[in-house]
């Protein structure tokens, strides 16, 4: 099993930027893949960006293509979602997920308001 634990959410006015993280602990060694996703009151969860854990490669959705950054330090065994340029648009609670093969394990969240 793996476990995440987010933190890093808060409040933050249009336009400003906030770094989320999400830290892993047990079977990390056998994480493939880590990804943000994202929870709007009233909507459905959508994926946000995803990095796989040993390469690197990263994927964003397309509305914060150029505002969020995923980034991952396998040392500490910790992502990163780092996020400029917010709208209240985004405005919603963000989860990470950790892939191993075709088991998922989820974060709690961690909300995230932007102010207009």
Not at 84 to 106: H, M, Q, R
Request: charged share 15%; aromatic share 10%.
């Amino acid at each position: 099993q793996v476990q995440l634990v987010e933190s890093g959410g808060g409040l933050v006015q249009a336009g400003g930027s906030l770094r989320l993280a999400c830290a892993a602990s047990g079977r990390t060694s056998s994480i493939y893949k880590m990804s943000w996703f994202r929870q709007a009151p009233g909507k459905e969860r959508e994926f946000v960006a995803s990095i796989t854990w040993n390469s690197g490669v990263t994927d964003y959705a397309d509305s914060v293509k150029g505002r969020f950054t995923i980034s991952r330090d396998n040392a500490k065994n910790t992502g990163y979602l780092q996020m400029n340029s917010l709208k209240p648009e985004d405005t919603a609670v963000f989860y990470c997920a950790a892939s191993l093969g075709i088991l998922s394990y989820w974060g709690q969240g961690t909300q995230v308001t932007v102010s207009s």
